[in-house]
């Protein structure tokens, strides 16, 4: 077999996954903007832009691999959730997805507020100026030091986790004199990923109290006798990347019953459900997110309906996105190194970076697509893993895309919706370092976080 006759192989259907598209695209060149960030364009050279500048610019400017941030596109979705919900709801940001000082500015200045989960994203939170109220601190684990600095800072909750944690954090407020707004987090046995969801009667997992058996109602008990803290409602974060809100529908209503109880038991009826994130992007082609303003409806009316059903004044509602909000407005940019045709199989195409910045690949089995973004090419489609440059078979970004057969070494190539949990969870392996993160808007770029390098790493080991 040929690759210029046959350049994709005759056998995607052996080679793909099961259910995966066969076919490649009808138009390589064309950049589905569900999976590009808003204001990304192809130039009249054929070049990808984005905020107004040219891939190749940011590449000789910045080099590669590099995450490219579309802050127009950033700010565009905070406010699309901040006005999603017509001021009825609290949007916290998942600060974990990404967080940087120039982000926490963009949240500052949008209206929205920041969940953290650790004393670094704390930091990083105070340190650009978030105000500490419109803070909320998660974790399974939080340090009494995590949980000090949050109290000292004025955090405006904190999501409580276990037993222990009520014992802790409430210690911790009465010695500092405060009284700490908190949520109790609980698990309702839902268990949701992208297309389904499954209710169980309990939940197999490290975070939250459960529902089933009293532990959730038994805490509540335990925070409502303490004048340290002061409970504002019920917290519940079913899973991530979903796209059907019939999970959220599970959970609330069983939080709602959650929120009976302890009104027929205490006589108070909390103030507000956090309702959590979770919320879907598209990878690729194939996935079809719900918008804001859908997901919001769909929520509001979910609460609303439980709520009168229980006789309650509807609570505050809370919504936590990460990924819904910063997934979708970075790409990683990366120039290719070799290509590798494996006859009759697909064609590896090794670029710059790989795992170390992009662990998703690996660790969820994540699924991406790929563009030439340098040129256009008439090429034919030719069937391609993209891979990195890290000792380890599994350094996949792209497991199966079509990239066009004329690709060579030098071309740059782009991954879109790497906004979320890549250089948040980006890695040293190998030495590498890591990528800086560019914001580009209004035909200007600039680093919100630079490249590591040699010094850095060094700089750590102290011999
Ligand atoms: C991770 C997490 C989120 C954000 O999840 P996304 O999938 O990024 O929207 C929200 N709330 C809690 C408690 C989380 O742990």
């Not at 400017?61 to 001021?87: K, Q, S």
């Not at 959590?276 to 690729?284: D, K, M, P, Q, V």
């Not at 256009?376 to 599994?394: F, I, N, Q, W, Y």
Request: proline share 4%; net charge negative; hydrophobic share 45%.
């Amino acid at each position: 077999m040929s690759r210029s006759a046959h350049p994709a192989g005759p056998r995607y259907a052996d080679v793909l996954p099961e259910g995966h598209y066969t076919a490649p695209p009808a138009d390589l060149n064309a950049l589905d903007a569900r999976v590009w960030s808003r204001t990304v364009t192809r130039d009249a050279d054929g070049a990808v832009t984005v905020g107004g500048v040219d891939v190749k610019t940011l590449a000789e400017e910045f080099g590669t691999p590099a995450y490219v941030l579309d802050e127009a596109d950033f700010r565009a979705r905070c406010r699309a959730w901040h006005e999603a919900f017509d001021g009825r709801a609290d949007v916290f940001y998942a600060g974990k997805a990404f967080l940087s000082r120039a982000v926490v500015r963009w949240l500052t200045q949008e209206g929205l507020n920041l969940d953290v989960c650790s004393e670094g994203e704390l930091a990083v939170a105070l340190s650009a100026g978030m105000p500490a109220e419109r803070i909320a601190l998660h974790g399974n684990n939080k340090s009494v030091r995590e949980i000090e600095r949050a109290v000292e800072a004025g955090v405006g909750r904190i999501v409580l986790d276990s037993f222990q944690e009520i014992a802790r954090v409430a210690g911790v407020a009465s010695r500092l004199g405060r009284r700490q707004g908190v949520l109790i987090r609980v698990t309702v046995g839902v268990e949701a990923h992208t297309h389904e969801f499954i209710a169980t009667a309990h939940e197999d997992q490290k975070f939250g109290l459960a529902l089933a058996g009293g532990q959730a109602a038994e805490a509540v008990r335990r925070v409502l006798a303490l004048d340290s803290l002061e409970l504002l409602g019920i917290h519940s974060h079913i899973g991530s990347q979903i796209f059907d809100t019939s999970g959220f529908e599970v959970a609330a209503h069983r939080v709602v019953g959650l929120l009976r109880e302890v009104r027929d038991e205490h006589g108070v009826e909390l103030p507000e459900i956090d309702l959590g994130g979770g919320l879907g992007i598209a990878y690729t082609s194939q996935d079809d997110p719900r918008e804001p303003h859908e997901i919001a409806k769909a929520l509001t009316e979910i609460v609303t309906r439980e709520c009168a059903a229980a006789g309650l004044t509807v609570p505050r509602l809370s919504v936590e996105p990460g990924r819904a909000i910063v997934g979708p407005t970075a790409f990683t940019l990366y120039e290719v190194g070799t290509v590798k045709p494996l006859e009759g199989l697909r064609t590896y195409v090794s670029v710059d970076g790989g795992m170390s910045d992009n662990i998703r690949t690996a660790l969820y089995d994540a699924e991406y697509s790929v563009a030439l973004v340098s040129r256009t090419s008439d090429a034919p489609a030719m069937l391609s893993r993209v891979v990195g440059k890290h000792c380890e078979s599994g350094d996949i970004v792209v497991k199966d895309a079509f990239l066009p057969a004329d690709l060579a070494p030098g071309d740059l190539i782009a991954v879109p919706a790497t906004g979320a949990y890549c250089r948040s969870m980006a890695s040293n392996y190998n030495h590498a370092l890591r990528p800086p993160v560019v914001a580009v808007a209004d035909g200007a770029a600039r680093v919100i976080v630079r490249r590591e390098t040699e010094e850095d790493l060094l700089r750590l080991d102290i011999g």
